[in-house]
């Protein structure tokens, strides 16, 4: 068995254009050359170093199972799917007129223009050694490029099923909207119990005008560890937002950086993780203000049941010269149990003038008086706290901006509640 | 005495907006300037005033025949001109009692304290005609004020500080009847033989409870038209085309 | 009702007099003239000269020399501080520079030039106003300590450090160290290899001081370096308020500053610690000060931050008893070139208990002030509470503000709350209140004294007033 971290992946490059041999090569070499974070990173201060033991995972073929049936959405304006990073085309259906590329199809039709990003997807919020690992053994990749003006309805669906208990996964999604170009895309993340490792990243540039969604669902087993990447890249008047609902995995950390590089550039950053068990949750997150008249919002929600614990830092930046920013950043932490741990670390760096910025962070339980108003209805005080809780989390849902992906999404919120019940 | 305003060139940036506006403001007289949208009213509130948005490349207005332009924007103030803002500011933590306050010991010689006792007298006075009550004193300037709220604290101001010439820029917005009617009060008790008025305004309506000795009408950067009151009357019967079009 | 509009109408001008310590009366030094002098640089000789000097027992001087070897350890906290750090050379500072360690009880004891700085700082004419007890420190040690007589035979003790652990060791040593250990960090472990001076304050059990305590600290040597020593015990159900009032001239080479200072509030006890800080801007003022409060006690920090070159302080209050509250009440002022580095830290440690954090900054100009904070609620307690607060006014493009704030939360029975905000004085706001007549300087003072205002009133009124100046004047050349 190869292991993902103390082997070098066996490329198959003779297709590939050289610059992306090269990147491949020389990300290996990166990961190999980085040192594993500390106690003393700032940007894992409150992590469990220890869940950083990645041994054990294969990037060889590991046999797929039997199809389980997955949660899709009805109606897509395409979908591709993925087991254990291998494409399956005959789940997926891809219609002519909407981009929607593999990797090895992207190289060959995009080369040139995908050369300066399809490189390592590094956030600079902490996990550079990791992002260069995604790089070097990635296999396959969805690219998604909108031409000017194209307005996709329906969403897209990326579905990675991660199946057996040594497996690895790379993930990768490429996202290009052109001027006043329209898309939203659904990316879930599915796998079963036993374990299993997934390192993915998303990439999201949207150019003058367009409007991007992109919403990534982690159903993942209890026993797998993930890791996931975004960076995300607001043009002129663009409208981006990233929503992640971390449902699934024992242990997961997210990077989310958004820069906001044109004026008028919009941004939303969504999040609701639900941990149980010993899960952590570990999530950090920019929003880079580098243009004037910018405006980005972030709202995390965090719902903790038995040990688990979950990390947001989440940092606000706006250069000199961003004047005219609007930037809010919002992290709330709902307790229910008492050997649960919430961390979090709002931060702000104001470099620049009329600038409108706020952070809140609130960490609490849920009001005696709230559950008494439901108990004097009847209702049991378990049922009040799941009712509760769930509405907690369902304010972000209702912003993802789709009615099939916000029902898929809260359906699988519902379920994962109901769990913690059974 | 007047303030006089010759032949005013004013521009932002590369936009000319008063293209050549002349208009005397005797003591003891009230005027008022009418004019659609646009027509450069504000812009010659905040040039009086000395905003830094605005440059004057030509003209000149004398205040009881002192040069206005050559004055810094606080001493413009103090020297007797206050301008009602459309918009006024909101001021955070400095309370209306306190910033009142500021502004009139900045008119007094350095070192000589205020008579808070007097000071106090003259306020609540001046409050009760505008019907204004007392928790005001301790509120933020403007600070979650309404729009009639606002405009009655602009008006208190004026009174407090007692200038000489005065321009009230679209003090008649954003306020009901019953506002209007108080601040209008507040306007006329005001008037006097030592202050001239220059009430700037998009409607007729609040020329009905201040009447004017003198109408201008403005359009384009520049009066194109001066009459009594009856022609305040005439223009909102007629509009403004008539007038623009003739010129 | 006017006193709540102007509280300084209810002053009259001596006082006003006697709190103005602005940053022009505090740059003035006198020619040098030590008797005592340690020389340049730090080694273990350095330890063993200054307790020589000052005659400490084994027990401190065994302290001094394992702190020292921590201190050499010690990494520099740039991992997350700023860099600015690394420019201060340890070999090129003066640790202990006095004329003995035996303080004067009378000014008229007070040596010629000491006695004129803290007249001209104002400090006999405060300690006659308003002070239960004085004591004025300049450089390494105090020249005068008094406290008045029937503060004194209420059983109080406020003496200078050296005094404390020699005459009182039974109240001092059980605590000292105790509370911010050696190691905490680098500069809490500089300050304990090189101590000297400081207050030892112990208030016996129900007693109230009515006036304030105050102590002094001036620094009127070039590279030196200031490392007092505070401790502070309050016994049961007793209260103190305790001020400190800083400033240093402005020497051409940059001057360190770094105190520790430990407050322990016994069950129900209150203390009151205020700081108005007004270093000239090439002081490193790295200070750490932290409380312990037990049961139903209180332990309040009151904070204000003016001038320095770079102030990292983080004033943490650990409660540790039942129903115990810490609270954190700051004012920082970054002007051009300066860094206000400060923070809250508060250590949840028993069920029920409360802290509060509000802090408030202003950049100027180049000025950076930075906001970090944690907030530690462990396992199994209950019915913890922490509210914090950070505004943060910028006055112009240049100026910069950063918040770091931490909170961890174990357990579904506490409730946290963290807000920040950042907001400008708007050139629009300005005009405003220029067109009423003010001037810029006048209108941006206003806005700023506004912004702080509610702070300001937590402070005692002789300082307040003091305060509003201190802003006033930092204002003033920060427009046009």
């Known amino acids: 068995m190869r292991s993902v971290l103390l082997d070098a992946p066996v490329w198959n490059h003779a297709a590939v254009p050289p610059w992306f041999a090269q990147s491949q090569q020389t990300a290996w070499e990166t990961f190999s050359r980085l040192p594993l974070p500390s106690r003393r990173d700032e940007a894992w201060r409150f992590a469990d170093l220890k869940l950083l033991a990645l041994e054990g995972y294969a990037d060889e073929d590991s046999a797929v199972a039997a199809p389980a049936a997955l949660a899709l959405l009805e109606q897509s304006a395409a979908r591709l799917v993925f087991r254990n990073g291998h494409f399956q085309a005959a789940e997926s259906h891809r219609p002519s007129g909407i981009q929607v590329l593999t990797l090895a199809e992207a190289l060959a039709s995009h080369g040139d223009r995908l050369q300066a990003v399809l490189q390592v997807p590094e956030t600079g919020l902490g996990s550079a050694k990791f992002a260069a690992l995604h790089h070097a053994h990635l296999r396959d990749a969805v690219v998604i490029i909108i031409p000017a003006g194209q307005e996709i309805e329906q969403p897209i669906e990326i579905v990675h099923l991660l199946q057996g208990p040594s497996a690895a996964v790379f993930p990768r999604t490429l996202i290009l909207t052109e001027a006043k170009a329209k898309v939203a895309v659904l990316e879930q993340h599915l796998g079963e119990s036993e374990g299993g490792l997934s390192i993915g990243a998303a990439q999201l540039i949207a150019g003058e005008g367009s409007t991007l969604h992109y919403t990534l669902l982690n159903r993942l087993g209890a026993g797998s560890k993930s890791m996931h990447f975004s960076t995300v890249s607001a043009g002129r008047d663009a409208q981006l937002r990233h929503s992640l609902f971390n449902l699934g995995s024992g242990w997961a950390r997210t990077e989310c950086r958004s820069l906001l590089e044109g004026p008028g550039s919009r941004s939303e950053m969504f999040s609701v993780s639900l941990a149980a068990g010993g899960q952590e949750i570990d999530q950090r997150t920019l929003q880079d203000h580098l243009s004037p008249h910018s405006y980005s919002d972030l709202l995390y929600k965090n719902v903790l049941f038995d040990t688990s614990r979950t990390i947001f830092a989440g940092l606000i930046k706006v250069d000199e010269g961003a004047h005219g920013t609007d930037a809010y950043q919002k992290c709330r932490n709902l307790l229910l149990s008492d050997d649960c741990e919430a961390n979090s670390m709002p931060g702000l760096e104001i470099n620049a003038d009329q600038v409108k910025c706020s952070h809140g962070s609130t960490t609490g339980r849920i009001a005696e008086e709230e559950l008494f108003y439901f108990e004097s209805r009847g209702i049991p005080r378990l049922q009040a706290t799941r009712l509760i809780a769930v509405g907690f989390a369902q304010e972000v849902v209702a912003k993802v901006g789709h009615p099939a992906v916000e029902a898929l999404i809260s359906q699988a919120v519902e379920a994962r509640f109901a769990e913690q019940e059974g | 005495m007047k303030l006089e305003i010759k032949d005013l060139h004013v521009s932002i940036g590369d936009r000319e907006i008063l293209k050549g506006l002349t208009l005397d403001l ?192 403005m359009a384009d950067g520049q009066i194109i038209k001066s009459g009594g009151a009856d022609l305040a009357l005439e223009l909102e019967e007629r509009g403004y085309d008539w007038l623009t079009k003739a010129a | 009702m006017n006193s709540t509009l ?65 201190f050499w350890e010690k990494p520099m906290p740039t991992n997350w501080a700023t860099k ?82 020699k005459e009182h060791a039974d109240i001092f040593r059980p605590w000292f160290g105790k509370v911010i250990p050696t190691g905490d960090n680098k500069f809490s472990a500089l300050n304990s290899a090189v101590f000297s001076g400081g207050s030892f304050i112990y208030v016996p059990k129900g007693v109230k001081v009515k006036h304030p305590l105050q102590a002094y600290f001036r620094i009127n040597s070039e590279n030196f370096g200031q490392f007092e020593r505070t401790l502070i015990i309050v016994d049961e159900g007793a209260e103190v308020m305790y001020m400190e009032g800083c400033t240093a001239p402005k020497f051409t080479t940059s001057t360190l500053h770094s105190a520790v200072v430990e407050l322990v509030a016994m069950k129900g006890a209150k203390i009151q610690y205020v700081t108005v800080q007004n270093w000239s801007n090439n002081v490193f003022n790295l200070v750490t000060k932290r409380g312990i409060a037990h049961e139903d006690a209180e332990v309040k920090w009151i904070d204000c931050n003016i001038g320095s070159r770079l102030t990292m302080k983080y004033p943490g209050v650990i409660m540790k008893g039942k129903r115990a509250r810490g609270e954190v009440i700051s004012i920082a002022l970054a002007n051009n070139g300066q860094h206000q580095d400060t923070g809250a830290k508060m250590i949840h440690a028993a069920d029920d208990t409360t802290s509060n954090v509000v802090s408030k900054s202003i950049s100027v100009g180049t000025g950076r002030s930075t906001y970090r904070g944690q907030v ?78 509610d702070l300001v009133r937590e402070f005692p009124m002789e300082y307040s007033v003091e305060l509003k100046r201190l802003i006033d004047l930092e204002m003033e050349g920060s427009v046009g």
Request: a negative charge.
């Open chain 2, 26 to 217: 005797p003591k003891g007289e009230v005027h008022a300037i009418m004019g659609p949208n646009g027509s450069g009213k504000s812009t010659l509130s905040k040039v009086l005033a000395g905003h830094e948005d605005y440059t004057v490349t030509s003209g000149s207005v004398l205040m009881d025949g002192i040069d206005l332009l050559a004055m810094p924007i606080d001493q413009r103030s103090r020297a007797g001109f206050f301008l009602a803002f459309q918009y006024p500011m909101e001021i955070p933590g400095v309370s209306n009692a306190n910033f009142l306050r500021a502004a009139l010991q900045a008119r007094l010689p350095k070192g000589k304290p205020i008579d808070a006792v007097a000071f106090y007298k003259q306020l609540y006075a001046k409050m009760d005609l505008l019907k204004m009550d007392r928790s005001f004193t301790a509120r933020s300037v403007n600070e979650g004020f309404s729009g009639g709220e606002k405009k009655r604290n602009e008006i208190l101001q004026m009174a407090m500080l007692e200038p000489t010439y005065a321009v009230l820029d679209e003090t008649d917005s954003g306020l009901d009847i019953d506002a209007l009617k108080i601040v209008s009060d507040g306007v006329n008790a005001m008037r006097g033989p030592d202050r001239g008025i220059l009430l700037i305004t998009h409607y007729q309506r609040l020329l009905d409870y201040i009447k004017p000795d003198v109408v201008h009408v």
């Open chain 3, 6 to 70: 102007f509280p300084e109408a209810e002053i009259d001008e001596a006082t006003m007099r006697a709190v103005d310590i602005d940053r022009s009366a505090g740059d003035f030094s006198y020619p040098e003239n030590h008797t005592y002098d340690a020389g340049v640089g730090l080694s273990e000789a350095t330890i063993d000269y200054i307790s020589d000097v000052k005659n400490d027992p084994d027990w401190v001087r065994d302290f001094r020399k394992r702190a020292l070897k921590v």
């Open chain 3, 84 to 165: 600015d750090l690394e420019n201060i050379d340890f070999s090129k500072i003066r640790y202990y520079l006095s004329s003995g360690s035996t303080p004067a009880r009378s000014w008229d004891d007070v040596p010629e030039e000491m006695k004129q700085t803290f007249e001209r700082l104002g400090i006999p004419e405060q300690e006659r106003k308003f002070l239960a007890g004085v004591e004025a420190q300049f450089d390494s040690e105090a020249a005068y300590s008094n406290i008045q007589k029937a503060v004194s035979d209420q059983g109080v003790i406020f003496v200078n450090s050296t005094e404390g652990l």
């Open chain 3, 376 to 453: 530690h609620i462990p396992k199994h307690l209950k019915g913890c509470k922490n509210n914090t607060e950070c505004d943060a006014l910028l006055i112009n493009a240049h100026s910069r503000t950063d918040t770091y704030p931490a909170i961890t939360v174990r357990g579904n029975q506490h409730a946290t709350q963290h807000e920040a905000s950042v907001s400008q004085v708007s050139a629009e706001q300005v005009f405003y209140m220029q067109q009423r007549g003010l001037s810029e300087g006048e209108a941006m003072s206003l806005s700023v004294n506004g912004f702080v205002n």
